[in-house]
């Protein structure tokens, strides 16, 4: 028996189960992309297939919607591979492990890609049953949204006719989405110098920190384990005399980093007293700080024994640790448009030494343009005082706000009548592919919409089971009124 069998919408759920069975992270897309190919060609259904793995699947309107225009479906095929310690799976080749909580799927140890699997499989379902009523189809399947939204900047959309655009990419039930930040990526590189050190050697770890993703939860003052792994070894730094061998902190730059480590090398094991000392110092002054948002937060110390390594010149840790402790992260600037509303921010997602470079790879977002160019200028700044390089790229606009849309009156009415509740029109801090696609069609009316997810971005991340139902039906029945 499929987990997902016993689930309603019961096409909606199989169709997920099987994407999730498909490994499918960011830049890790062929497979999903064909399987999606294959599934139009099986029903008949016109499709385009590009050389980057997006996909578009059209779909003759059902009797009665010949007339009509044609609405756009529109979601990401690529997923945040984030997982556990312990957690023994390969993300390029291996599908997930799900179970059901209750009202909750998730998987096992792993994020579970419901940002943006929920979508496809919406999408699938609604393509695979003609006994729905609605006007032309064209369904959009984009990748490598998680890492830059380089799908929807690639597409060719140029022969789509239709002008209504539902991006179901959003995780809040009955929050309409109509306008969302834009953003780029950073990525500083310092060049180090290194040299042979005999001596003992010790992981500093930075651990159980919540994460999150870092548009939607960047405002929750969330520990950043790189940023604080570079307080952790300045402070050290300032009663312990050691080297720096490795340090290597996150896996995605739209993730809050969860876990950092360092292994550091000292000549002689004269100062572990005093390291333990100061390391659980910091334990306890950390565990303070983040008792509401990082509870579980926990700074370790563990003995490796003495070895040969390759360690950074002291000139190059100094030019290290400077730089993660003067760069900047988290929210910058607060909107005085919209009351609780995140500007500007970026987030330090992944962090690597390597034997002649630190690299650390930023998210930035805004939704005013200057401030993030402004941002990522300061970065860049900081890096190139350091004798480095910031190579920016991945950069897409803000996505803005519509005044008079027929779409999103629609979208509300349909809401109000199914669920005697009225739909809240909010604006997000983190990046959507409307505003791209927004620039590739002109006059294009989108509106962002999806059920209760939790936690996205992190092993814990859940989609709530009632609410994936209501928003079938909320589709279904949008797509039925869609008839003038």
């Known amino acids: 028996m499929r987990v997902c069998e016993q689930l309603e919408p019961k096409k909606v759920f199989a169709f997920f189960e099987e994407l999730c069975q498909i490994p499918h992270g960011s830049r890790n897309t062929k497979q999903i992309s064909d399987y999606c190919a294959a599934f139009a060609k099986a029903r008949d259904l016109k499709y385009i297939q590009d050389p980057d793995n997006n996909v578009i699947i059209f779909k003759d309107a059902s009797k009665g919607y010949e007339q009509e225009e044609p609405v756009i479906i529109q ?42 699997g929920i979508a496809i499989a919406y999408a699938l379902a609604i393509l695979d049953d003609d006994s729905l009523a609605h006007p032309p189809l064209e369904v959009i399947f984009t990748v490598d949204e998680e890492i830059g939204m380089l799908g929807a900047e690639t597409i060719d ?129 950390l565990k303070k700080e983040y008792r509401i948002s990082d509870p579980q937060i926990t700074i370790q110390c563990q003995k490796l024994g003495q070895e040969k390594k390759s360690v950074l010149h002291t000139s190059s840790a100094t030019k290290v640790l400077f730089f993660l402790r003067m760069m900047p992260n988290g929210v910058q600037h607060m909107s005085m448009d919209i009351e609780g509303l995140v500007e500007t921010s970026l987030n330090a997602g992944i962090m690597k030494l390597s034997e002649d470079q630190l690299s650390t790879c930023f998210a930035l977002r805004s939704s005013v343009t200057s401030r993030k160019y402004e941002l990522a200028d300061q970065l ?32 509300a009415e ?71």
């Open 380 to 411: 860049a700044f900081l890096t190139e005082f350091l004798g480095g390089e910031a190579v920016i790229g991945g950069d897409y606009p803000a996505w803005e706000f519509k005044a008079d849309s027929s779409l999103r009156e629609l979208m």
């Open 75 to 116: 979601g990401h095929l690529d997923m945040v591979c984030e997982k556990d310690n312990g957690v023994d799976i390969d993300f390029e080749k291996q599908g997930l492990d799900l179970y059901v909580d209750g009202d909750l799927l998730k998987a096992k140890g792993t994020t579970l890609g419901g940002d943006d």
């Open 414 to 484: 349909t809401y109000r009548d199914l669920f005697q509740e009225e739909p809240k029109i909010q604006a997000i801090h983190a990046g959507l592919e409307c505003g791209i696609l927004s620039g590739k069609i002109p006059d294009l009316d989108c509106v962002s919409f999806g059920p209760n997810m939790y936690d996205i971005h992190t092993p814990k991340e859940r989609l709530s089971i009632s609410s994936a139902e209501r928003t079938w039906k909320f589709i279904v029945e949008f797509l039925k009124r869609s008839k003038k």
């Open 157 to 285: 959309v140029s022969m789509l006719k239709g002008k209504k655009l539902l991006n179901i990419d959003s995780e809040e039930e009955g929050i309409f989405l109509t306008s969302c930040a834009g953003g780029l990526q950073a990525n500083c590189k310092i060049p180090v110098s290194r040299t042979d050190m005999e001596g003992i050697c010790y992981e500093i770890k930075v651990t159980g920190l919540m994460g999150g993703h870092s548009g939607v939860e960047i405002h929750k003052e969330r520990g950043n384990a790189i940023v604080l792994l570079g307080r952790v070894l300045t402070s050290l730094s300032n009663q312990v005399c050691f080297a720096i061998e490795q340090m290597e902190g996150g896996l995605k730059d739209n993730a809050i980093p969860r876990e950092s480590r360092a292994v550091i090398v000292l000549e002689s094991d004269q100062s572990e007293q005093e390291l333990y000392a100061q390391v659980e110092a910091l334990d306890q002054d």
